[in-house]
């Protein structure tokens, strides 16, 4: 993919329209291209502004009583319906509150949520990794060889385990990137099934016992636990799934030096 290609299709990226496989290109374009790289920040800034400060308002009294006026004329047919304010002036009124409305209706629908945003992200990293054939930067089965490996890499240390005894073991691990920061992922395995384990630290100050949820056909568990959010994300239907989760939940893992 060359600048020209990704430069059209970077906004489509931001809003996350565009299928896999060209996010994939696109990916691998921003990865290589300081440029294109700038300009999906610029959009993404762009995007994060809007959603954060876009407010609503409220329509004065005033603005209310003339568009009522306006949609009552407009039905009766009446001439001059607002006496003092030319014709003109209503048909444009009710043109710029339509804009006004259309423009949130789409900013609404348009923008997903910041937790439907994750879930995707969640999901489309599960994804990439299988198929760009990325599953781990360090391959390995050994906690000790993978936990190291995030030294330097990310301003926390994931926990990682080895549940191979469990029927769960480890393949390896590699950054990711979801929910606009660097983040573990940590992969396992399950007969022919890959388990992406997601962890960074968390914003909430409470615990959440594991939730589930599916998407695009893949079941997802969430979960935070002492100051860590756990994503685990798999093919795997969701009660072996839950089994995975039970093992690799610190609480329950064996204390390791
Ligand atoms: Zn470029």
Redesign the pocket.
Known sequence: M??VE??DLVQLYTDQELDLLRVVDVDK??Q??A??RALYHQQHMLRSALRRDAGYHRATPELRERLRFALHAEKNGAKRPLGRWPKWWNAGLAVAAAVVLSVSVALYIVLPTSQDRLENDIVSSHVRSLMANHLSDVASSDQHAVKPWFNGRLDYSPPVNDLTAQGFPLVGGRLDYVDNRPVAALVYRHRQHTINLFVWPSTDAHEQKPRALSRQGYNLLRWTQRGMEFWAVSDLNEAELRQFVDNVSPLTEPRQG
């Open positions: 060359d600048c990704a430069k374009h921003l290589s291209c440029d294109c």
